[in-house]
């Protein structure tokens, strides 16, 4: 079974180098347990281009496409047995990279 | 049981039968529910064939007779309705039925503890992921077996909301595959809380069971809340709130065998015989308060109602009551639960301290907020009553008697509103 572990942040920096090696080590545990997919960090919402081509031709704006104060910041990939291992992973996750996230499972 | 929609004028003997069918149902409901979960792997499968092996129940054990071993027959019946539901819906691949939900035989730290598919259940059912009212909802149906219109009138809630919480709550179980499992001992005492306030809910619901049909007190559901309790009492031994919420359904159900009359009529606690009160339960419950006392530690909401009524209880009388006690737990009471139906409470101990008037003004700051609840019309009632206002104190038992649900205390508000001048 596979989550996308999304992670919501309300603040324009980036993260510590503190967050980002705790980050690293975090993805090296799920690597060794099994539970790594794929996981990334996001550029900031300016840098986001909406695209919509469901018309006569393809219109590319610029984003992002929800205007909002919390974000998307980055997410990973998990993979877990059930939703609890999942929380017990996604709060190992929340804790390395300091931010909100949501688990969402994929269909 | 749906008693009321089916017909009217039925034989003597199935009117026994349909009795004993409302008795194992309140026995067996859970039980079945829980087995059907182990093996199918879903909520709703789960419930739906239980549901139907009542419903053949109802239809068959009037003309053929109960079966020698009901909970067995009922089992059965349900195992066969779910593999034929999962026959019709073959289109769903083995895959995808397998991931529904896991069940995970061997969690060592705890199975060997607990080995009560129905204490899954409620972790199931009590998922942090889930919405508190979904849990509630979804832990009355599948473990309490109530139906949704009981749920619906347990909470104030339209019956479709319930019925679309319970749906929407089982589906989020499937989708997200929340496990059908006890939580590991590291993530199990902030799943405890969800749990105790569906406990509790529970075990009001059969303290105060609702609806004109069933007994006005349900002692397999105040029974079942309190062996749940206890179950997750010996997990967890240390816990304040586990032990205050167990001495609390003690200090009630001890109370519960004088509460209502032979003639099935509510028995207020100024006119209770304190004599037939349960000396075991009682001595057991201020056992509990005591060993919470000793802690030192800042007490918690159940442990704050469970002192309240261990004052109750130690009481030889009702003018011997402790009653500024009673208000100065109600006043720390309400600073950890802001919820109007504490200051109500909190106001029929201040007419016992201070007299009817400033209770009664105090109550009628709430009316906003508890106008759709009939303790709020029957306090107010009774405060009224005591004032000598009997055209008012009418009105309100009529209020409070349009929304009371449990037959005993209909039976009480109706005595009341008519010896008034």
Request: contains cysteine; proline residues 4%.
């Amino acid at each position: 079974m596979q989550y996308l572990v999304s992670v919501i942040h309300d603040k324009r920096e980036l993260g510590t180098e503190a967050e980002r090696a705790a980050v690293s080590a975090f993805n090296q545990r799920l690597k060794a347990k099994g539970h790594w997919v794929f996981a990334g960090g996001l550029g900031s919402p300016d840098t986001a281009t909406v695209i919509d081509n469901r018309g006569e031709e393809a219109i590319f704006t610029d984003g992002p496409f929800l205007e909002s104060k919390e974000y998307l910041a980055g997410f990973w990939v998990m993979e877990a047995p059930d939703m609890d291992v999942m929380l017990e992973l996604a709060a190992e996750a929340s804790k390395a990279c300091n931010r909100k996230l949501e688990v969402r499972p994929f269909l | 049981m749906q008693s009321k929609a089916r017909g009217a004028a039925v034989p003597v003997n199935t009117v026994d039968v349909r009795a004993a069918i409302t008795y194992v149902h309140h026995e067996e409901w859970a039980r079945i529910v829980a087995a059907l979960t182990r093996r199918f792997g879903d909520l709703d499968i789960a419930e739906e064939a239980a549901a139907e092996a009542f419903a053949n129940a109802v239809e068959h054990w009037p003309a053929e007779g109960m079966p020698p071993n009901p909970g067995a027959w009922l089992t059965t019946v349900a195992i066969r309705r779910a593999i034929d539901r999962l026959r019709r819906e073959n289109k769903r691949d083995d895959k995808e039925k397998e991931a529904q939900m896991s069940y995970d035989e061997d969690r060592p730290e705890l199975s060997v503890a607990i080995e009560d598919d129905r204490l899954r259940l409620i972790f199931t059912c009590c998922h942090p992921s889930l919405a508190l009212d979904a849990r509630v909802a979804l832990t009355l149906r599948m473990v309490g077996g109530l139906t949704v219109p009981e749920i619906a009138r347990a909470f104030l809630v339209q019956e479709t909301a319930i019925g679309q919480r319970i749906t929407r709550a089982k589906a989020k179980i499937r989708a997200a595959r929340i496990p059908y499992n006890l939580p590991s001992t590291e993530a199990l005492p902030t799943r405890i809380s969800g749990v105790l306030a569906v406990l509790y809910l529970v075990f009001n619901e059969g303290y105060l069971a609702t609806g004109p049909d069933t007994d006005p007190v349900r002692q397999e559901l105040t029974a079942e809340a309190i062996r749940l309790t206890r179950s997750i009492r010996a997990l967890m031994p240390d816990d304040g709130e586990v032990a205050g919420l167990l001495a609390l359904m003690l200090l009630i159900e001890a109370r519960r065998s004088a509460r209502v009359s032979a003639t099935g009529e509510l028995i207020t606690l100024d006119r209770q015989d304190r004599g037939a009160w349960d000396a075991p339960l009682i001595s057991e419950g201020h056992g509990l308060v005591r060993e919470r006392l000793a802690s030192g530690l800042a007490p918690g909401r159940y442990q704050l109602l469970a002192a309240i009524n261990a004052v109750h209880t130690s009481a030889r009388d009702m003018r011997d009551t402790d009653w500024s006690q009673v208000v100065a737990l109600y006043d720390l009471l309400a600073r950890l639960d802001r919820s109007p139906i504490v200051a109500l409470n909190r106001a029929i101990a201040v007419a016992e301290l201070e007299g009817a008037e400033p209770a009664l003004i105090a109550i009628e700051q709430l009316e906003d907020k508890l106008v759709g609840y009939h303790a709020y019309h029957a306090t107010r009632a009774d405060l009224l009553r005591r004032l000598g206002r009997s055209e008012k104190a009418r009105a309100a038992y009529d209020q409070a008697l349009q929304l009371a649900g449990n037959t005993a205390e209909t039976a009480y508000l109706k005595r009341r509103r008519d010896e008034l001048g």
